[in-house]
C-alpha cells in the first residue's frame, strides 16, 4: 500500500521560504512515476502546484502563480518529494498535499502566510 508523509507545516511571514518534504513508501517504482504537489485554500477548490515527471525524464511544471518562486526536486533514493517555497505571499497558505502518479495523496501539511 502506497503511503505519503508530508512534513513542512509551519508558519511563516509574507517573503519568507518554507520547504515541504513528502515521505513515500509502499512503493518499488517511485522513481518511474510522475509526483508533484497540490494546494487546497480555505473555502477554495484544490489546485495544482507542481509536479516532476520520472527519473528519465525529470521534467518540470508549476501552476503561473508559483512560477520563479517555488521549485520542486525528488531524491528517488530516499524517495523523498520536496518543495522549496520562497517570497511566499498570504495567497500561498492552504493545505499542501503530495501526490503520487494522480493516485494517491498525502494527509496534508498546513502552510500559513502571515502579512
Known amino acids: 500500500q502506497v503511503q505519503l508523509v508530508e512534513s513542512g507545516c509551519a508558519l511563516v511571514q509574507a517573503g519568507g521560504s518554507l520547504r515541504l518534504s513528502c515521505v513515500v513508501t509502499g512503493s518499488s517504482s517511485f522513481s518511474l512515476l510522475t509526483v508533484g504537489w497540490y494546494r487546497q485554500a480555505p473555502g477554495k477548490q484544490r489546485e495544482f502546484v507542481a509536479d516532476?515527471?520520472?527519473?528519465?525524464?525529470?521534467?518540470?511544471a508549476y501552476a503561473d502563480s508559483v512560477k520563479g518562486r517555488f521549485n520542486i526536486s525528488r531524491d528517488n533514493a530516499k524517495k523523498t518529494l520536496y518543495l522549496q517555497m520562497n517570497s511566499l505571499k498570504p495567497e500561498d497558505k492552504g493545505v499542501y498535499y503530495c501526490?503520487?502518479?494522480?493516485?494517491?495523496w498525502g494527509q496534508g501539511t498546513q502552510v500559513t502566510v502571515s502579512s
Open positions: 516532476i515527471m520520472s527519473r528519465s525524464r525529470p521534467i518540470t
Open positions: 501526490n503520487v502518479a494522480t493516485q494517491h
